[in-house]
């Protein structure tokens, strides 16, 4: 577990060392939206929650964190009211998938897990990964919206 010893700060620790420096001198308020910050590689994706507490403090960080697990949370509500074992596959699937990244992302913002290229889904600038995150999201409240109409027709098949 590499991850957790400082060694080399200039070498291979540098994102994290980054990363722990920026989140330790946010402050509870931030420095202010968009005050640069030099050292902190890829804002834009792996980086943009630590850049946003970076910026606008632990509580907003804080706030973010409660709204990413209210999402997962209602995300599993709305597969346990699914009748359908396929379309509670489908959902607990690209709700784990979600779910992963922003636990990941969180996590990896404030040194808990290693550094990878995985950026906050919803919020980090990906292209091509915010439309699979979204279409995701639509395929889920999709499922939602039509869950009892499987069982209907199976209600209907047995008569």
Known sequence: MSFFQIDDPEGADYV???IIDAIRSAGMWGRGFGVPNHRLPYIQSESIFTY???SLGWAF???MFVIATLLISKVIIVASKLNDSYAKALTIGLS?????QFVWSIFMSVGLLPVLSIGMPLISYGGAN??????????????YRRRNMVSRLHQKAQI
């Open 96 to 100: 784990a998938i979600i779910g992963f």
């Open 130 to 143: 915010g439309i699979i995150e979204l279409m995701a999201l639509g395929i889920i409240l999709s499922v």
């Open 61 to 63: 960080g804080i706030g």
């Open 16 to 18: 994290r060392v980054s």
């Open 52 to 54: 946003l507490i970076y």
